[in-house]
């Protein structure tokens, strides 16, 4: 399975961004899915996932403000950021993970927010 993010950009305090990341192969549906993001000096951390069964989480911060979603048809799930603050400045990640503990790894894109 290979990912493919893209969407970020730079965008002003309370502007919105969505990503999107398209998975490659067959077994999208059998994959949960989610965003890590990493910001400079700081580790990766999970910012959002979605079971194959559609059930979601999110870190505490961005509850509220960052919606997760995927389209098994199109074998994409996407991160729609609204209301963003400098602090969610970071390389965001996407990332599957199969039923047999398959790890796979998009490339990162960059989320600048300015204030």
């Known amino acids: 399975v290979q990912l493919q993010a893209s969407g970020g950009g730079l965008v002003q305090a309370g502007g919105s961004l969505r990503l999107s990341c398209v998975a490659s192969?067959?077994?999208?549906?059998?994959?949960?899915v989610g965003w890590y993001r990493q910001a400079p000096g700081q580790q990766r951390e999970l910012v959002a996932f979605?079971?194959?069964?559609?059930?979601?989480t999110y870190l505490d911060s961005v509850k509220g403000r960052f919606t997760i979603s995927r389209d098994n048809l199109k074998a994409t799930f996407y991160l729609q950021m609204d209301g963003l603050k400098s602090e969610d400045t970071a390389v965001y990640y996407c990332h599957g993970e199969g039923p047999r503990g398959g790890s796979y790894w998009g490339q990162g894109t960059q989320v600048t927010v300015s204030s």
């Open positions: 192969g067959s077994i999208f549906n059998s994959l949960g």
């Open positions: 979605i079971t194959r069964d559609s059930s979601t």
